[in-house]
Nanobody, 130 residues
Framework: QLQLVESGGGLVQPGGSLRLACTSS????????IGWFRQAPGKEREGVSC????????VYAESVEGRFTISRDNSKNMVYLEMNDLQPEDTALYYC???????????????????????WGQGTQVTVSS
C-alpha cells in the first residue's frame, strides 16, 4: 500500500503563497500519476491539479489556472503544488493522491479532474485569511 504524506499547509494572508509537498517513503512517485484535491467544510471534494506519469501532462482546475503549478522533483521523491495569489476561497484541506495506472481521461486538459485514484494522503490544511 502506497503511503502518501502531504506537508506545507498553513495560514496565509490573501495574495500570499504556499508550496505543498507530497512524498512517499514506500515507493518512488515518478511512476505514479499524481493529483491534488481539496475539500472545504460543507463542500464536495474538488480536483485542483494533476500530473500524468505517462507523458507529463499537467492539468489545472479553472479556479486555480495561472495561480497554481504542479511539479515533480524525482531526486527528492516529491511532488509539489506551488500556490500563488491565494484567496479565502482556496481555504480547504488539500490532499495528494497517486495512481500508477490512471486512465489518461482522468487527467486530461478537457475533462474534470477525476478523483478515482488508488492512494490518498491524510491532507494538509490551507487557510487563507487576513
Amino acid at each position: 500500500q502506497l503511503q502518501l504524506v502531504e506537508s506545507g499547509g498553513g495560514l496565509v494572508q490573501p495574495g500570499g503563497s504556499l508550496r505543498l509537498a507530497c512524498t512517499s517513503s514506500v515507493d518512488t512517485l515518478n511512476i505514479y500519476s499524481i493529483g491534488w484535491f481539496r475539500q472545504a467544510p460543507g463542500k464536495e471534494r474538488e480536483g485542483v491539479s494533476c500530473l500524468r506519469n505517462s507523458d507529463g501532462t499537467r492539468v489545472y482546475a479553472e479556479s486555480v489556472e495561472g495561480r497554481f503549478t504542479i511539479s515533480r522533483d524525482n531526486s527528492k521523491n516529491m511532488v509539489y503544488l506551488e500556490m500563488n495569489d491565494l484567496q479565502p476561497e482556496d481555504t480547504a484541506l488539500y490532499y495528494c493522491a497517486a495512481d500508477r495506472f490512471l486512465p489518461p481521461l482522468y487527467c486530461s486538459p478537457h475533462d474534470p479532474i477525476a478523483s478515482l485514484y488508488d492512494h490518498w494522503g491524510q491532507g494538509t490544511q490551507v487557510t487563507v485569511s487576513s
